[in-house]
Nanobody, 130 residues
């Protein structure tokens, strides 16, 4: 049984940093691409970032603008999302998800589509407020 568990969320002030973690069991992350998505109240789920199987391909949503960094630790089967210069509009529930489908489709843009990810965590809340 595949399980993804996010952690690291919290309440921070604007300009602060957080590092989110996504730990997997029942799935070796090196055999999947991993993405981060977020969802604010009354809004659609939004693509944040993804890292490919090997880690050689990394993509970010346009709103990131250099503030976030995704990385993976294969030894610990964990993917991280370092978030710096946080803004109030970053407030959302953040999810990690595993993509185990076609690598060709992934690299052609499927990484952007939450429906293409097969496994999801329960989310970790990030609140940015003064």
């Amino acid at each position: 049984q595949v399980q993804l568990v996010e952690s690291g969320g919290g309440l921070v002030q604007p300009g602060a940093s957080l590092r989110l973690s996504c730990a997997a069991s029942g799935l070796t992350f090196s055999k999947s691409a991993v993405g981060w998505f977020r969802q604010a109240p009354k809004k659609a789920r939004e693509f944040v970032s993804t890292i490919s199987w090997s880690g050689s391909k990394i993509y970010y949503g346009d709103f990131v603008q250099g503030r976030f960094t995704i990385s993976r630790d294969s030894a610990n089967n964990t993917v991280y999302l370092q978030m710096d210069s946080l803004k109030p509009e970053d407030t959302a529930l953040y999810y990690c998800a595993a993509y185990v489908g076609s690598a060709v489709e992934y690299l052609s843009g499927s990484y952007y589509d939450p429906d293409k990810y097969e496994y999801w965590g329960q989310g970790t809340q990030v609140t940015v407020s003064s």
